[in-house]
């Protein structure tokens, strides 16, 4: 019953109107007129029927399709270089987006991890980023705030919690360890995978060990014994009970692989002052996060009020949703790279579509002539369409490909400090992406063109003939509109990358304090018993053992100095705050709040080590020792405050936290020096080893040898005082700078290739459009030339003509830039995302490269013999 | 495409019922349920022979004729179109709804 029955079928039908004619006396020829026109075309009647079936839809989708190949078999050179284009768009917007997923969008393992948040204090008044809480806190939380599920606490950063295990192996290994409440993974909402949880049993003060460790220790370290649990594994030298290990992924904090109770030691657990911690807590369901926000401020307050000793009033609670805890910056930073990648994409796109635009323009000929034939707009439109989800369908495989590899790159070269980052790879989102932009490619290619270039006056067309037709107005509209839309956003991507080098180049020139980059650092804290290590040794001990290890160092002919700190420069946001005073505004209120400023403990030659100058003044030296006169130096900042008070700061006096115990004087002054980020300013306080309780954890040390044998050398002498010890994280300073300021140079360098690439797109685009204006309007400019106009003049009109849409658009970016800079103004350094001349130079910059891309086809062209061009038409 | 303009004698969407109340009579070809239109029109009904194919596939498509190639009465192979059960039914269904529009369309049309 299909369309095969229908030729017969009219035959026969034709056949019978022919006898009726001819048996009334027609002649043959008269009867098939008659029989023609009663029955009308046949092909219109093949095509009539042909829609009445349910799938024509798809067989017309591939008699599309094989015309489409057929086409592009005949323009290859046009639709491979905008499947490239496309691909390079597609490729690069797809591999940002996996980046956004693995990090951003793809759940963290903890089920309803919206209820999760992170809560600490600030004190703007203070100038403190982040204040602790303490342990007694912990009760005030769970018993203040009822709409909390659980509530555990966890120290703000991993720093100094880290454990040697000694599996029995020559080797001792450092594993990062975090000690937490006994709710916390309750508040995680994870249950462990083998073994138990821990119950407030395990956390009472005098509780016997006991350690959760995470699947990737257990799996590595402790060869997934099946029987781990109930076993004792030595931490430290002490032995602590297996009683659990945790699910895969479960690692929070980052980085953490063994768990251990918290609330053990007595100095802690009633102790306000002890200051060291933040709280977790999981809300009950459906609570939101405004209100928690709420009663934990409430709660604060109450509690500055009951315990004004241990609180100022300032204080304020921060509520950060854990989401946005552990992607941190990182958040902001991949959105707008995605942006920006967003951005490339279109300017992909609009390149590809003006590129086939012109294809389009060239073939009006065949399409008109196929109008004429009978094929309708629809027809034609589909057919442009298919072509266009071809060039689509490539573009995105490509794309895929160029994604692919992009990942990888992106991955290997991406700063370490993003969560996640490794685990991007092409998944069904990232596919659906890709699908997306393609089809978005596709309509924007073809429909947009093909609707300019069906639009024409068949006549004309038909008439005129040849290249002349490649240029109409409407489609010199579009291909200008496709032009400006390139400019602004070319303007923007170039504009971005521009301030991005600017603040990179900021970034590294401020003088951040440290100009000894060569000198080395490594994590060297004494490890005892007991949750916090370096405190099971005295204070005495620990400064003779640092005093004996430096002797010996320095003592070797290849070390020029060597020194020890108590935190060293870029180790992480959080550091070492104290709060101080100096004796000439001490006085008044009992409960006044005190600036705080970052505090360092430092051995004599620690400057010079680091290199940071001293200003005024002298170092510490050997008589800064307890029994000495209690002394202090400060940096440049706090000099100037002083002086500001019209006080000389050499000799003044300051003390530590509020009414602390004695007065220290200030015998000299250094250069500021930025110890939580290159890009955050601080002023800092230190103190001599010899008269502090707080450890030196870090050694520094610069001599004549490479890093490597330094290096050795600490572990050397190291090991021949106490083999038991070990030194980790070993990292010169300018290592330190660098992976503090990888992340920036990160995305500097991918916006630089995105507007490189933009920029290589506009540049294009213009000059097309200029060659095909000269190449449709040949014949004009012969005549004007035949006439006597000037070339310069000819020239001039062609391309300012073209060129004030690319200023239009450069004007339209750079609106859209003022608008939306602020969002990115986190990504920059010393510098506004609306520095005018950044916009000028950038704008400027764009339109000499159009004006040289657009100048040059013109003028070779208005440089014709006027008889040639006028000979061929 | 050269596009006549269509014959407004044949009122939109009733070919399909009269071709479905020819075959009431028996089966029949395309030619003749065009003919036998225009004879019970007497002639004032204009087909276009044409247009009869796509509204018998559609027809079919439904289900509500069906067809099968035999032998004509000049001696041709010819495809004849007879109506299915459903199709039988569906006659009396149009029939009533076309008896209802005509009284209502001749009510609102009667002088005033």
Redesign the interface.
């Given at each position: 019953m299909g369309p095969r029955d229908l030729p017969d079928e009219i035959d026969y039908h034709f056949a019978v109107l022919k006898d009726e004619r001819i048996a009334m006396g027609d002649t043959p020829e008269q009867a098939d007129a008659f029989a023609r026109r009663r029955l009308g075309s046949r092909t219109a009647i093949g095509e009539a029927v042909y829609e009445t079936r349910p799938l024509h839809v798809l067989d017309a989708g591939v008699r599309d399709a094989r015309l489409a190949i057929r086409t592009l078999r005949r323009n290859k050179a046009a639709y491979v270089a905008a499947a490239v284009i496309l691909a390079l768009g597609i490729g690069m917007s797809v591999a940002m987006f996996s980046l956004v997923e693995a990090v951003l969008l793809r759940p963290l393992p903890f089920p309803r991890q919206q209820s999760i948040q992170v809560i600490w204090k600030v004190d703007p008044l203070a100038g403190s980023h982040v204040e602790e809480l303490a342990y007694p806190e912990l009760r005030d939380i769970e018993e203040g705030i009822p709409d909390f599920e659980y509530v555990a606490v966890m120290p703000t950063s991993l720093y100094g919690y880290a454990r040697v295990l000694q599996t029995g192996k020559a080797e001792l290994v450092q594993i990062e360890s975090a000690p937490v409440s006994h709710d916390f993974f309750r508040v995680l909402g994870v249950k462990p995978a083998l073994g138990r949880d821990f119950t407030s049993d395990d956390e009472r003060v005098g509780a016997p060990p006991v350690v959760v460790i995470s699947d990737a220790v257990w799996h590595d370290r402790l060869g997934a014994d099946p029987n781990i649990v109930g076993r004792v594994i030595r931490l430290k030298g002490q032995g602590y009970t297996v009683i659990g290990v945790m699910a895969a992924g479960a690692e929070f904090p980052r980085g953490a692989g063994l768990w251990i109770p918290l609330g053990v030691e007595r100095a802690i657990v009633d102790r306000r002052g002890a200051t060291f911690l933040q709280a977790i807590a999981r809300a009950k369901p459906g609570v939101s996060r405004d209100r928690i926000a709420v009663q934990v401020n409430a709660l604060f307050a109450r509690l500055a009020a009951d315990h004004p000793e241990a609180y100022t009033r300032s204080q304020r609670g921060v509520v950060t949703p854990l989401v946005e805890y552990w992607t941190g910056s990182a958040r902001l930073h991949l959105w707008i790279m995605l942006g920006a990648s967003l951005l490339l994409l279109i300017a992909s796109i609009i390149s590809a579509g003006n590129l086939l635009l012109s294809r389009t323009l060239s073939r009006r000929v065949e399409i008109a002539t196929r109008m004429a034939l009978g094929a309708r707009r629809r027809q034609v439109l589909s057919q442009l369409g298919v072509e266009g989800i071809l060039v689509a369908i490539m573009a995105a495989t490509a794309g895929l490909c160029v994604a692919q590899l992009a990942i990888r790159f992106l991955v290997r070269w991406a700063p370490g400090d993003i969560p996640r980052l490794p685990q991007a790879a092409l998944d069904a989102g990232s596919f659906c992406f890709a699908a997306g932009a393609a089809a978005l490619a596709a309509v924007a290619c073809t429909v947009i063109s093909g609707w300019a270039a069906t639009r024409v006056n068949l006549e004309s067309a038909l008439r005129e003939g040849g290249v002349r037709l490649s240029w109409s107005q409407r489609a010199g509209r579009t291909k200008n509109i496709f032009m400006l839309a390139q400019a602004a956003v070319t303007v923007m991507l170039l504009a971005l990358a521009a301030l991005l080098v600017l603040s990179y180049r900021a970034m590294m020139s401020s003088d951040i304090g440290f100009t000894n980059r060569d000198a080395l650092t490594m994590n060297l804290q004494l490890r005892g018993p007991g949750l916090f290590g370096a405190q099971a040794f005295d204070p005495k001990f620990r400064r003779s053992f640092y005093t004996q290890l430096l002797d010996r160092l320095r003592a070797s002919p290849r070390v020029t100095s060597a020194a020890a700190v108590l935190l060293r420069p870029l180790e992480g946001t959080i550091g070492w705050d104290v709060s101080y005073e100096f004796e000439f505004e001490a006085g008044g209120k009992d409960h006044r709040v005190l600036p705080k400023t970052n505090y360092e403990v430092v051995t004599p030659d620690y400057l010079k080590t680091v290199g940071t100058p001293l200003l005024e003044g002298r170092d510490f030296d050997a008589h800064d020792s307890e029994s000495g006169e209690p002394v202090a130096i400060i940096s440049e900042s706090l000099a100037q405050r002083i002086r500001a008070a019209g006080h000389a700061p050499l000799g003044s006096r300051l003390r530590l936290g509020l009414g602390g115990p004695r007065w220290s004087k200030v015998i000299g002054i250094c250069a500021d020096a930025r110890y939580r980020s290159i890009t955050q300013k601080g002023a800092d306080i230190f103190v001599p080893y010899l008269q502090a309780s707080q450890p030196t954890n870090y050694v520094v040390i610069r001599g004549t040898q490479s890093a490597g044998e330094l290096a050795a050398l600490v572990r050397r002498t190291l090991a021949a005082i106490d083999s038991n010890q070990s030194v980790g994280g070993v990292a010169t300073i300018g290592e330190l700078i660098d992976a503090n300021s990888a992340r920036h140079r990160f995305n500097m360098l991918l916006l630089l290739w995105f507007g490189a690439c933009a920029a290589l797109l506009a540049v294009s685009g213009v000059y097309s459009v200029i060659t095909e204006t000269m190449a449709a309007r040949d014949h004009e400019i012969a005549i004007k030339i035949a006439l006597g106009a000037q070339r310069f003049r000819l020239v001039r009109e062609m391309v300012s003509r073209t060129l004030v849409f690319v200023l239009a658009g450069e004007s339209i970016g750079a609106l859209m830039l003022c608008a939306f800079g602020k969002l990115g103004a986190d990504l920059l350094y010393g510098i506004s995302p609306r520095d005018p001349l950044v916009l000028g130079s950038v704008a400027a910059f764009l339109f000499m490269v159009s004006l040289g891309a657009a100048f040059w086809p013109a003028w070779s062209a208005a440089g014709y013999d006027p008889k040639h061009s006028l000979r061929v038409s | 495409?050269?596009r006549?303009a269509k014959p407004v004698d044949i009122l939109q969407g009733t070919l399909n019922m009269m071709i479905l109340r020819v075959l009431q009579q028996g089966p029949a070809?395309?030619?003749e349920i065009a003919k036998y239109i225009e004879q019970r029109s007497d002639d004032l009904l204009q087909v276009?022979?044409?247009?009869l194919?796509?509204a018998l596939?559609?027809l079919?498509?439904k289900a509500l004729i069906k067809?099968e190639?035999r032998v004509?009465q000049?001696n041709?192979?010819?495809?004849y179109y007879a109506l299915t059960a459903a199709g039988k039914k569906q006659v009396v269904v149009e029939r009533s709804h076309w008896k209802t529009l005509v009284q209502a369309i001749a009510r609102v049309m009667r002088p005033i």
């Open positions: - | 495409m050269a006549q070809n395309g030619y276009e022979h044409g247009s194919y796509p596939r559609r079919e498509a067809a190639w004509s000049t041709r192979r010819a495809r």
